[in-house]
């Protein structure tokens, strides 16, 4: 990796880790919806907007933040929009995140974790690439899973039987209550439903 490859990947983290601790302020206040938060950052390196997941059918946390530029006076034309989970790809109770990003003429995404709804996975990545925005992916995901780990788990649980799949059987649950912060009793819970009753844990 050269240098300036791994400043660059510092500086995602950088503001990757200040939109983590913007959606801990969304913690609680979204309804069923995931708590999120959203940093946008000139192309000079500077923070013109941030904003965190509101109440159901508000305001998502990419919108919040794009508001907050605009309130601050703030071009986000050509800047770098962090968000920790995958913006939305569907008209719900508000308008799809990823088409209104790409729009405002955000010249790229970074992205802590991938959104698991099954309306999404994926194609929010897919329409912002489609409209020309550089998308990354990954960033602090570790930091995220753990942050949305018991929305994950009453929310979309295949996630967490996805991520399952891939690991040992032995110790498996434990590894997974550490991956998705959460007690061990709520993942073995998610595996035995999936599994029926006479599943082994």
Partial sequence: MSYAAGAMTYEHETWMRLAIEEAELARGGTGDNPWVGCAIVSPQGELV?????LGPGEDHAEMAAARDAQARRQSVVGATLY?????????????????????????RVVIGMRDPHPRVDGEGIAILQGAGVEVREGVCEAAVRRQLGSW????????????????????????LADAYGVERARVDAVLRASHGPDARR
């Fill in 83 to 107: 968000s920790t989970l995958e913006p939305c790809s569907f008209h719900g109770r508000t308008a799809a995140c990823s088409r209104s990003i790409a729009e405002r003429g955000i010249a």
């Fill in 152 to 175: 994950v788990l009453d929310q979309h649980p295949h996630e967490l039987l996805r991520h399952a799949a891939s690991l040992p059987e032995r110790d498996r649950s434990a590894a």
């Fill in 49 to 53: 907007g941030r904003g965190h997941t």
